[in-house]
């Protein structure tokens, strides 16, 4: 069976990142799923099609042309690493993300991901529903007002203008929606518990990767 690690948690949690650093650590693929929600709200804006659309968003899940590769993002062979991270982008994301046949649509392209050696899962739901039988969960999160810090810095380090008060209130705006809503909600169930509000991300990194060689001793 091939190990899956699955790391979910709210936004700007630092859960994508760790989850890459792990992915690279062991040599294991890395599914950012959050960025397939992402695209979806990406597409239906370039294609005219209203996030209150149910119907043609599921269309649109079910036929993405989507691709991944050395770390970039492409859309109808478009590259949009970059313009899925926008902060409207982020806000349709989790409105595309709360109808259930957007998820399913998503659902057998995520479990591809899942080739040898291993993969390193992150998103709300890769424990709880992509992969129930992932060898490790961690549910790695951080205060609020630290994880709108770390936006804040993100997109100002890009040259981004953004506001620390907006950003807040759009993370705590998500966090109920994500939480709140009826298909896969983001719960921790059964996942270790990470809390990074003071931790690195190296330290992180390490309490994962520490994590896993418990857990499946002789593949770390
Ligand atoms: O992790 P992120 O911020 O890139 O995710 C974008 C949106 O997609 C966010 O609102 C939550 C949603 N999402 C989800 O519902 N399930 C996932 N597995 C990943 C992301």
């Given at each position: 069976?091939?190990?899956?690690?699955?790391?979910?948690?709210?936004?700007?949690?630092?859960?994508?990142?760790?989850?890459?650093?792990?992915?690279?650590?062991?040599?294991?693929?890395?599914?950012?799923?959050?960025?397939?929600?992402?695209?979806?709200?990406?597409?239906?804006?370039?294609?005219?099609?209203?996030?209150?659309?149910?119907?043609?968003?599921?269309?649109?899940?079910?036929?993405?042309?989507?691709?991944?590769?050395?770390?970039?993002?492409?859309?109808?062979?478009?590259?949009?690493?970059?313009?899925?991270?926008?902060?409207?982008?982020?806000?349709?994301?989790?409105?595309?993300?709360?109808?259930?046949?957007?998820?399913?649509?998503?659902?057998?392209?995520?479990?591809?991901?899942r080739?040898?050696?291993?993969?390193v899962a992150?998103?709300?739901?890769?424990?709880s529903?992509?992969?129930?039988?992932?060898?490790?969960?961690?549910?790695?999160?951080?205060?609020?007002?630290?994880?709108?810090?770390?936006?804040?810095?993100?997109?100002?380090?890009?040259?981004?203008?953004?506001?620390?008060?907006?950003?807040?209130?759009?993370?705590?705006?998500?966090?109920?929606?994500?939480?709140?809503?009826?298909?896969?909600?983001?719960?921790?169930?059964?996942?270790?518990?990470?809390?990074?509000?003071?931790?690195?991300?190296?330290?992180?990194?390490?309490?994962?990767?520490?994590?896993?060689?418990?857990?499946?001793?002789?593949?770390?």
């Amino acid at each position: 069976m091939i190990p899956v690690i699955a790391i979910d948690g709210p936004s700007a949690s630092g859960k994508g990142t760790v989850a890459e650093r792990v992915a690279q650590s062991l040599g294991f693929h890395f599914l950012d799923s959050g960025a397939l929600y992402r695209l979806v709200a990406l597409a239906a804006g370039r294609s005219g099609i209203s996030m209150g659309d149910t119907t043609a968003l599921e269309k649109l899940a079910a036929n993405l042309d989507v691709r991944f590769y050395q770390g970039n993002i492409y859309l109808n062979n478009q590259l949009v690493t970059d313009d899925i991270r926008s902060e409207i982008c982020s806000r349709h994301a989790s409105l595309a993300a709360a109808i259930p046949g957007v998820r399913t649509a998503l659902l057998t392209r995520q479990r591809a991901f899942r080739e040898a050696p291993g993969l390193v899962a992150d998103g709300r739901d890769m424990g709880s529903v992509v992969f129930p039988d992932a060898v490790l969960k961690v549910f790695l999160t951080a205060d609020p007002k630290i994880r709108a810090h770390r936006r804040y810095n993100q997109l100002m380090n890009k040259g981004i203008p953004a506001s620390m008060q907006s950003l807040l209130w759009d993370i705590e705006e998500r966090d109920t929606r994500d939480e709140s809503r009826t298909v896969a909600p983001l719960k921790r169930g059964n996942a270790l518990l990470l809390d990074t509000t003071t931790l690195t991300i190296q330290q992180a990194v390490d309490q994962v990767l520490a994590w896993f060689a418990e857990a499946q001793p002789g593949l770390s």
